[in-house]
């Protein structure tokens, strides 16, 4: 007994002296991942962090680790790779491994990398990574966390059409809600998209959305100019192993590589009611390149038998030498019966623009070195056209720079043939006389010959020249449940400031190929005086359960300031005792509605 005891504690006291080494050996670095969000749905896409954290007193140097994604997980475009641990950081659009090397990390401090992953498997992925190294404190990891891609909630993914454009020109970017797999319904989705920027909503901004509703119906913000876009559909009918889509259009005008990410989709699934749950985000890129030549159809979406501008811009690249002999053709017979509505301009860009069956033809064009120049033409679009999307594209730019022969790019763009509603305006009573009124008469127009119109929506802020309305339409006037609500221009001490007055049209509805008109008297400012542009918003409706994003419609109104009173001493100085002439001048603009009458002043 006395032996074994010796022996124990023997042992005991070997077990007690190995404790400091251990300690000694500890990891001062730490190394670790996540996915968020953790579950996604099919194709949408998540963010793969990595976090190293260093414990020591000194810096950590030529941090290194690799990590290769499970299979059915790949690299998402754009990968939006970032990292602030210094070194160099691979993650290839498309690809399927992350690697980082030459790393550095300061004393008692934290860094991460991230990339954007996604994966069309429905699966849970166990990612583990490789060992994190480091020249001077060790190793650490690997890293493993798990990227579930589930069934029970839908898809989000996005995509520009094209991928590449001209500065100016446009891309589609479509939003696809895919519940293909889910095996319930969807009841409500819900996201944002902040645009990068540089790249803005296209006018017209062409957004729709086949997104089915019960009876509330979805709110798609896409205005031009903007920068954001939201989309919110409340009441949504997207049952299983169905998709809708978001589209807008969007330009960019300058040249460069534009990431697009959104927001996470936030959806409730049918009959759950657990809140929501998130499916992840969607990402695109979009291309805006450099071009010898651009196109654009610049006030489409156009309905079936109407007229479409069609412009394009050459540009020569060279800051130093002239461009000549410049020319391409455009094939219009992408849509059947598609010609010119006038006749075309006989000279532009210094050459001429001639059309054969189907075909426009530009041929010796000459640009000055770095200039560029516009032209347009009108086409009529054939009655019988049927609403889709067509694309046009050029053949490729030929010409001379200097001495030497250049081939420039092709330049596309699509066309927008659809029932949108149309929307126009026209001040009555112009020129009007400052302190006047001027009738602002409307016309909404039901493009589709086969299906009513309704929900027909549009907003008109007036310039703050206008200060309220002698008449207003009546309730009623574009279908029984149309309203019309003016808003006189208020006007409070700053901060507040002016709120302009505006008439909001909600509710209106026509029958296929119906139109309607109705007008507002407005009253302007008595100190006004110039020309005013009036812009309203984009016209909405919706068409045989899609809706769709009209024109903005646009006029001047001119305003004739009232009799200019001047007033001068015109042979002063004068001595004391002497006499002194007075002169008055009255002048009325020749662009008056009228005489001028019962005209009056005080001189004391």
């Not at 936030?266 to 979009?286: C, H, P």
């Not at 596309?412 to 009007?432: G, I, Q, S």
């Not at 008055?584 to 509605?593: I, K």
């Amino acid at each position: 007994m006395k032996r074994f005891a010796i022996t124990a504690a023997c042992l005991l006291v070997g077990t007690l002296l190995a404790f400091p080494a251990l300690a000694q050996t500890r990891p001062l670095l730490s190394f670790g991942k996540t996915f968020d969000p953790g579950t996604i749905g099919l194709g949408s896409t998540s963010v793969l962090e990595f976090t190293i954290t260093n414990d020591a007193a000194e810096s950590a140097d030529n941090l290194s680790f690799s990590d290769t994604l499970p299979a059915g997980v790949i690299i998402a475009t754009p990968a939006s790779a970032f990292t602030d641990c210094s070194g160099v950081l691979s993650a290839p659009d498309g690809g399927t491994t992350i690697d980082l090397t030459g790393g550095q990390l300061g004393p008692g401090s934290s860094c991460i990398v991230s990339v954007n992953v996604t994966s069309s498997v429905v699966d849970n992925h166990l990612n583990v990574s490789g060992t994190l190294t480091s020249d001077n404190l060790g190793n650490a990891g690997p890293a493993q966390a798990t990227l579930i891609v589930a069934g029970d909630r839908p898809g989000f993914r996005k995509s520009f059409a094209p991928g590449s454009i001209s500065p100016g020109g446009t891309s589609t970017l479509t939003f696809t809600i895919d519940n293909t797999v889910n095996d319930f319904g969807l009841s409500s989705v819900e996201f944002t998209d902040n645009l990068p920027d540089g790249v803005f909503v296209a006018s017209p901004s062409n957004a729709s959305t086949n997104c089915d509703y019960a009876s509330t119906p979805a709110t798609l913000t896409a205005t031009p100019g903007a920068n954001f876009i939201s989309f919110s559909a409340p009441d949504l009918v997207l049952d299983y192993g169905e998709t809708c889509t978001v589209t807008v259009d969007v330009t960019a005008p300058g040249a460069g590589v534009f990431d697009n990410i959104s927001s996470n989709l936030q959806v409730d699934i049918s009959g759950e009611g657990d809140g929501g749950k998130i499916s992840g985000f969607a990402t695109a890129r979009l291309d805006v390149l450099s071009d010898f030549l651009l196109k654009s159809f610049t006030d489409d979406p156009v309905p079936p038998g109407g007229t479409v501008t069609l412009e394009f811009t050459i540009q020569n690249p060279s800051r130093t030498e002239a461009a000549t002999n410049l020319g391409f053709t455009d094939d219009l017979g992408f849509l059947t019966g598609l010609i010119p509505a006038e006749t075309l301009p006989k000279v532009a860009c210094g050459g001429t623009l001639d059309f054969a069956p189907n075909v426009l033809t530009f041929s010796g064009g000459s640009l000055l070195a770095g200039e560029s120049c516009t032209f347009s033409v009108i086409l009529q679009v054939p009655a019988d056209a049927d609403p889709n999307t067509y694309t046009n594209t050029t053949s490729a730019i030929t010409g001379n720079v200097g001495n030497s022969p250049v081939t420039g790019n092709i330049a596309t763009d699509d066309l927008f043939v659809e029932p949108a509603p149309r929307l126009t305006k026209v001040f009555l009573d112009n020129p009007v006389g400052a302190g006047g009124t001027t009738e602002l008469e409307f016309t909404i127009t039901n493009t589709s010959p086969t299906a009513e119109a309704t929900n027909i929506a549009f907003t008109d802020v007036f310039d703050p020249i206008i200060l309220s309305a002698s008449s207003v339409p009546s309730n009623g006037d574009c279908g029984p449940s149309s309203t019309f609500v003016f808003t006189p221009l208020v006007s409070q001490p700053p901060p507040a400031g002016i709120t302009p007055a505006s008439l909001t049209v909600s509710d209106a509805s026509l029958a296929a190929g119906a139109s309607c008109t109705f007008s507002i008297v407005l009253d302007v400012e008595t100190g006004a005086g110039g020309t005013y542009t009036n812009t309203t918003s984009e016209i909405s409706a919706t068409i045989g359960r899609t809706t769709y994003t009209g024109n903005q419609a646009v006029d001047d109104l001119e305003v004739v300031a009232p009799p200019l009173l001047l007033k001068a001493f015109t042979d002063d100085p004068v001595l004391p005792g002497g006499t002194v002439t007075l002169e008055f001048t009255l002048t009325h603009d020749d662009f008056a509605p009228g005489d001028a009458t019962g005209i009056a002043f005080t001189d004391d």
